[in-house]
């Protein structure tokens, strides 16, 4: 069982930073992916951005050069730093882990959310 608990989140203006922590417990090993997503009233939830524990990450295009996503394999601690933010990120944002492995094989968990809300 893996437990993720998100912090960082809340109100920033248009140009702001915001810098999202998930703090895993559990079965987390080289082999798992941890991530963002995020989810919009009325949007499909979306990927943000990927990481593995060797540092290759992946981004959606829409946050590409303003995110910056980071991992700190020891504290199971994934980052996103936020940057130039946009009222259109505007969302509860969600860390997922993937590739867990259990005894019933590979699995993934869900955060609960952190909202993020960017306002004048």
């Known amino acids: 069982q893996v437990q993720l608990v998100e912090s960082g989140g809340g109100l920033v203006q248009p140009g702001g930073s915001l810098r999202l922590s998930c703090a895993a417990s559990g079965s987390i090993d080289s082999s798992t992916i941890m991530g963002w997503y995020r989810q919009t009233p009325g949007k499909e939830r979306e990927l943000v951005a990927t990481?593995?524990?060797?540092?290759?990450?992946n981004y959606a295009d829409s946050v590409k050069g303003r995110f910056t996503i980071s991992r700190d394999n020891a504290k199971k601690t994934v980052y996103l730093q936020m940057d130039s933010l946009k009222s259109e990120d505007t969302a509860v944002y969600l860390c997922n882990v993937d590739n867990v492995h259990t005894p019933y094989g590979l699995y993934h968990y869900w955060g609960q959310g952190t909202q993020v809300t960017v306002s004048s």
């Open positions: 990481i593995t524990s060797g540092g290759s990450a």
